[in-house]
């Protein structure tokens, strides 16, 4: 089944310890993206990137990191400078797209529930 | 302002009802349009694109607005398995924009 992995589905983290998120996928997509929402609140755009080796801030980079050395992998790194992780995490990736008219469709995974104390 | 903006509701509609929602986009050159739909504690999982005027997939109808820069989406004959937070998402190129969401409680 084709589709996007996300591990572990719920994390918990004393405050002060370094945090890594997976996201896998077997669609064959160029761009992916990690989205952090918090309750009541829509998703915010943390990083993303379009071809391996390349990545680029969204609008809440800070105290996240994350590396593309693989299609199909893309880690999101959560380190002690970031002041609130507890949040619902959320990979998606899409294909990358072509200049033509035609939707460029984002799929997400599972989600990973971080609450960090 | 926000580039995608929706009305949080709720919405509470009987079992049968027809309901709609509306989402405003600020950014002109948006190319496609999307909603999502969220329940609780769980991922979006894509249920219509539009990109030209409007889109239908059974019970479920996506309009498309540009001049007024707005997208609808219009469930008819509401279920109780329609209970959701329903997205309105805008996209440029690679670049997507969620809306805060839209509650829908469908009520027996």
């Known amino acids: 089944d084709g589709g996007i992995t996300q591990s572990p589905k719920y994390l918990f983290r004393k405050e002060g310890q370094n945090v890594t998120l997976s996201c896998e996928q077997n669609?064959?997509?160029?761009?992916m993206y990690w989205y952090r929402q918090d309750p009541g609140q829509g998703l915010r755009l943390i990083y993303y990137?379009?071809?391996?080796?390349?990545?680029q801030k969204g609008d809440i980079a800070e105290g996240y990191s994350v590396s593309r050395e693989k299609k199909e992998s893309f880690p999101l790194t959560l380190t002690s400078a970031q002041q609130n992780p507890t949040a619902f995490y959320l990979c998606?990736?899409?294909?990358?797209?072509?200049?033509?008219?035609?939707?460029?469709?984002?799929?997400f995974g599972p989600g990973t529930r971080l609450t960090v104390t | 302002r926000k580039e995608v903006e929706q009305d949080p509701g709720p919405f509470n509609v009987p079992e049968g009802a027809t309901v709609a929602f509306n989402c405003t986009y600020s950014?002109?050159?948006?190319?496609?349009f999307f909603w999502y739909r969220q329940d609780c504690r769980k991922e979006p999982k894509l249920l219509m694109s539009?990109?030209?005027s409007g889109n239908e997939d059974g019970r479920f109808t996506a309009q498309l607005n540009r001049a007024s820069q707005y997208i609808s989406l219009l469930i008819r004959d509401s279920k109780l398995s329609d209970s959701a937070t329903y997205l309105c998402?805008?996209?440029?190129?690679?670049?997507?924009?969620f809306g805060t969401g839209t509650s829908l409680t469908v009520i027996p």
């Open positions: 998606a990736s899409s294909a990358r797209w072509s200049g033509t008219v035609r939707p460029v469709e984002q799929y």
């Open positions: 669609l064959n997509h160029d761009a």
């Open positions: 990137s379009q071809i391996v080796n390349d990545f």
């Open positions: 950014n002109s050159a948006s190319q496609s």
């Open positions: 539009v990109y030209s």
């Open positions: 998402v805008g996209n440029t190129g690679n670049q997507f924009y």
